[in-house]
C-alpha cells in the first residue's frame, strides 16, 4: 500500500504552532502561566478546525454556533453567525423564550481581522410581540424599524443572546436567505486551503490575545478603560460598556471589587486566565449579587477565598489573570474599584 500524498497544510498547521508555542512562553508572565499555554493552544486550534470542518454540526436555522473559546468571551451570551453577501436579500424570525436579550449585529472585517460594526438592532421583552415573537428585514435598501441596512463592506452577520436562566429555554432565531445550506465539505473546498486558513487564523488569534494580555498586565489590580488599540477590537455591541481590569496577587492576597452604583439592564465581572480564556464557575452579575448593608456590592476575586465571604470568584487557583467588567444600557463607563487585600 503506498503512503499518501503529504498535504503542505500541515506543514503550515506545524510551523504556526510551533511559533504560538514559543510566542506564548516568551510572553508568559511566570512558570504557571506558562504552564497553560500548551492547552490554550489546543483550545484555540480545536475551535478554528470546528470551523473549519465541522461546521455542518454546528449550524442549524442558517445560523453557526461559536465556540466560546477566544479573547475573553462573555459566558452569558449564546453566539451564533453567518457569512453575509451585502447584495442578497435577508431575514430573522425569531422567539425570545427565556432569554433576556438578542443582539443582532452587521459587521465588516478589517484588515487585521477584527470585526467592525456596521448595523445593529436589539430585541428586549419590551421590543417584541406579547408572545415573545420579532423579525428583522436585512437588506442594502432597507428602510424603517424592524430592518437592518447593509453596507457594501458587510461580510459578518453576529447574533449574541443573553441567556442567564439555566433551566429555562434560550431564544430561537433563524435566519433566511443565506446562499448555502450546511456542507460537509471543509470550509475554504480543499483540506488543503481549510488547514493553510486555521494556521492563519490560529497564530493571528494568539498572537492577538497575547497583546491584550500586556496591555492589560500594565494596570495590575485595577480597572480601566480599553486603551484605544483595544477599544474597536472589543467592542462587539453599541450600547455595552467594557471595562479591563487585572488580579495580580501575591500568596495570601484576594482583591475586592466594588460595583459602580450605574444604572444599566445588565451588568457582569468575568475571571480569565492569563491568556484571557473564561475560568468556568468564575463571575458574578445583577442576578445573583448580594449587597452589603450600606447597599453596595463587594466582589471578592481570589484564589483561595474563605467561605464566608460574599459574591466569591474564585480563581481555581490562579494568582494573575484578567478581569471584564460590562454593563448593557448604562449612560457612562464607571470603572468598578478595585483594592488588594490581604489575609491577617
Known amino acids: 500500500m503506498s ?7 500541515w506543514n503550515a498547521l506545524q510551523g ?25 493552544v489546543m483550545r484555540v486550534l480545536t475551535a478554528n478546525f470546528t470551523d473549519g470542518f465541522l461546521n455542518h454540526l ?8 461559536a465556540l466560546p473559546t477566544k479573547g475573553g468571551p462573555n459566558p ?4 451564533t453567525h453567518a457569512a453575509i453577501d451585502p447584495t442578497r436579500r435577508y431575514s430573522i424570525e425569531g422567539h425570545l423564550h427565556d432569554s433576556e436579550r438578542v443582539g443582532v449585529g452587521l459587521y465588516s472585517v478589517t484588515a487585521n481581522g477584527a470585526l467592525s460594526l456596521e448595523g445593529y438592532a436589539a430585541f428586549e421583552r419590551s421590543d417584541v410581540n406579547p408572545d415573545g415573537h420579532f423579525n428583522l428585514g436585512i437588506s442594502a435598501d432597507a428602510q424603517g424599524d424592524g430592518t437592518l441596512r447593509l453596507t457594501p463592506s458587510c461580510r459578518v452577520l453576529l447574533v449574541r443572546i443573553l441567556t442567564r436562566n439555566s433551566q429555562g429555554r434560550p431564544a ?10 450546511p456542507t460537509f465539505q471543509p ?8 488547514l493553510m486558513l486555521i494556521a492563519q487564523t490560529t497564530l493571528r488569534a494568539i498572537r492577538q490575545y497575547i497583546r491584550w494580555s500586556q496591555l492589560n498586565a500594565a494596570t495590575p489590580n485595577r480597572f480601566t478603560a480599553p486603551p484605544p488599540e483595544m477599544a474597536d477590537e472589543v467592542q462587539g455591541d453599541p450600547d455595552t460598556h467594557y471595562c479591563l481590569g487585572r488580579y495580580d496577587l501575591a500568596a495570601g492576597q484576594w482583591l475586592e471589587v466594588q460595583i459602580p452604583q450605574v444604572a444599566c439592564r445588565y451588568w457582569s465581572l468575568h475571571a480569565y486566565n492569563h491568556w484571557c480564556e473564561y475560568l468556568p464557575g468564575a463571575s458574578a452579575h445583577d442576578l445573583n449579587a448580594i449587597a452589603d448593608d450600606d447597599g ?9 477565598l474563605a467561605p464566608t465571604l460574599p459574591n466569591r470568584v474564585d480563581t481555581l487557583g490562579r494568582h494573575r489573570g484578567v478581569l471584564i467588567f460590562r454593563t448593557i444600557g448604562a449612560s ?13
Open 3 to 9: 503512503q499518501a500524498e503529504p498535504i503542505p497544510g
Open 16 to 40: 504556526a504552532i510551533a511559533t504560538a508555542r514559543g510566542e506564548l512562553a516568551a510572553a508568559a508572565p511566570d512558570k504557571e502561566t506558562a504552564a497553560e499555554a500548551d492547552a490554550y
Open 58 to 65: 454546528l449550524t442549524a436555522d442558517g445560523l453557526m454556533r
Open 76 to 79: 452569558d451570551y449564546i453566539m
Open 172 to 181: 430561537r432565531i433563524a435566519l433566511t436567505g443565506a446562499s448555502q445550506s
Open 187 to 194: 470550509a475554504q473546498d480543499s483540506c488543503e486551503r481549510t
Open 296 to 304: 453596595f456590592i463587594r466582589v471578592h476575586i481570589g484564589p483561595s
Open 332 to 344: 457612562e463607563l464607571q470603572p468598578p474599584y478595585a483594592k488588594l487585600k490581604t489575609w491577617r
